[in-house]
T-cell receptor, first 114, second 111 residues
Framework: NAGVTQTPKFRILKIGQSMTLQCTQDMNHNYMYWYRQDPGMGLKLIYYSVGAGITDKGEVPNGYNVSRSTTEDFPLRLELAAPSQTSVYFC?????????????FGAGSRLTVL | KQEVTQIPAALSVPEGENLVLNCSFTDSAIYNLQWFRQDPGKGLTSLLLIQSSQREQTSGRLNASLDKSSGRSTLYIAASQPGDSATYLCAVKAYGQNFVFGPGTRLSVLP
């Protein structure tokens, strides 16, 4: 089925470890996003990309890095994990054409840092 | 900076009731507004997107309205069912900016 695929679904990290959350979309969307969602809060934008080779910071980028080498893939790298990065992470994509902008989300990745 | 709020934070209604969820935003110069549904432990599913030139959008039992001048959108759910139980989030997009999300309203529809 077409959509946004995130892996892993769950992960436990120790403080100081690093990891990469994978995100792939097969809808040929040019825009891709990474959000984090904390309990009782709305989604906060970490990084976004408007196309292959172009990325930009969102509202809460500290402690994260991204790359966009292809249209389909947008991995999120966590360096030196901290307890404050315990959250649920969502990848999303959209098309920027006229009348578009509908966001399509992945199922989420739940990360715990101990 | 755009801020988005949703009231109430939680709502519990008996099955069959019509209900309204509210979304307020501080900057009325928006491009569009989107309503999402989120089931526990799941991702977000888009329900309706309203462009700034539109006043409402309908999909089945759902109707979303937009009043830019007052900075408000409402999501109307007709004849609610237990399967409608979920968290509903609104997100607002201004020109040249990314979506800003509200905290959501947690809806419980009791059989």
């Amino acid at each position: 089925n077409a959509g946004v695929t995130q892996t892993p679904k769950f992960r436990i990290l120790k403080i100081g470890q690093s990891m990469t959350l994978q995100c792939t979309q097969d809808m040929n969307h040019n825009y891709m996003y990474w959000y984090r969602q904390d309990p009782g809060m709305g989604l906060k934008l970490i990084y976004y990309s408007v196309g292959a080779g172009i990325t930009d910071k969102g509202e809460v980028p500290n402690g994260y890095n991204v790359s966009r080498s292809t249209t389909e893939d947008f991995p999120l790298r966590l360096e030196l994990a901290a307890p404050s990065q315990t959250s649920v992470y969502f990848c999303a994509s959209s098309y920027s054409g006229q009348g578009a902008n509908v966001l399509t989300f992945g199922a989420g990745s739940r990360l715990t840092v101990l | 900076k755009q801020e988005v709020t949703q009231i109430p934070a939680a709502l519990s209604v008996p099955e069959g009731e019509n209900l309204v969820l509210n979304c307020s935003f501080t900057d009325s110069a928006i491009y569009n507004l989107q309503w999402f549904r989120q089931d526990p432990g799941k991702g977000l599913t888009s329900l309706l997107l309203i462009q700034s030139s539109q006043r409402e959008q309908t999909s089945g039992r759902l109707n979303a309205s937009l009043d830019k001048s007052s900075g408000r959108s409402t999501l109307y759910i007709a004849a609610s069912q237990p399967g409608d139980s979920a968290t509903y989030l609104c997100a607002v997009k201004a020109y040249g900016q990314n979506f800003v999300f509200g905290p959501g309203t947690r809806l419980s529809v009791l059989p």
